[in-house]
């Protein structure tokens, strides 16, 4: 059945340099950013009974889940062995989780989250029980959200034309409204040095 799963995989996406590719891009990145905004936040409440997580973005959006599941998209082929497909489910949002929370540590000093008193954890930025979890959502992700939100893509594609470019111009501002409401004080006062 897994076998299964993992050969009828249908990632047939533009290509990714042409008008089609970036509008595809642009779409598949806010809704997965949405829906890890939303799975990070009920996680956040099933916890600590507080349903809003402090978020690098000011809206409703978690880069880091918006690009590891297109970098999944776009590196796992058709035909790709399922042991090779579990070990992108495992890698690619590990590292993108550990390089998302090296890089905010290091322009903003400060930590988003924090598995430094998980097991197996490497600079708290990582850990290895969650990075077994990315493989179970990763893999509900590729077989099942994804052909759902391709079929979504294809019916709402020509209202998409119309809008995409605002919402890249949104994300965009929004990186460009994080860094200004993130960067240290003593950086924004013109010194480096504390």
Request: proline share 5%; charged share 15%; net charge neutral.
């Amino acid at each position: 059945m897994f076998q299964s799963l993992v050969t009828g995989f249908d990632f047939e996406m533009p290509v990714l340099l042409s008008w089609d590719g970036a509008m595809a891009v642009v779409f598949f990145f806010t809704i997965y950013s949405f829906l890890g905004w939303l799975l990070e936040n009920c996680y956040n409440y099933a916890r600590k009974r507080v349903f809003f997580k402090d978020n690098f973005f000011f809206g409703p959006f978690k880069p880091m889940y918006g690009l590891a599941p297109l970098l999944l998209i776009f590196l796992i082929g058709r035909d790709m062995h399922w042991s090779v497909v579990l070990l992108l489910c495992f890698l690619i949002p590990t590292i993108v989780e550990y390089c998302s929370g090296f890089l905010l540590e290091w322009f903003f000093g400060r930590k988003w989250w924090d598995y430094s008193g998980h097991k197996w954890q490497l600079q708290g930025h990582i850990c290895f029980s969650y990075s077994v979890c990315w493989i179970a959502l990763s893999f509900v992700c590729l077989a099942y959200v994804q052909p759902a939100l391709k079929d979504f893509y294809e019916v709402v594609g020509s209202y998409w034309a119309w809008i995409w470019p605002t919402v890249a111009l949104y994300f965009l501002g929004e990186l460009l409204f994080a860094i200004r409401r993130h960067i240290p004080e003593n950086i924004r006062a013109g010194n480096p040095i504390q």
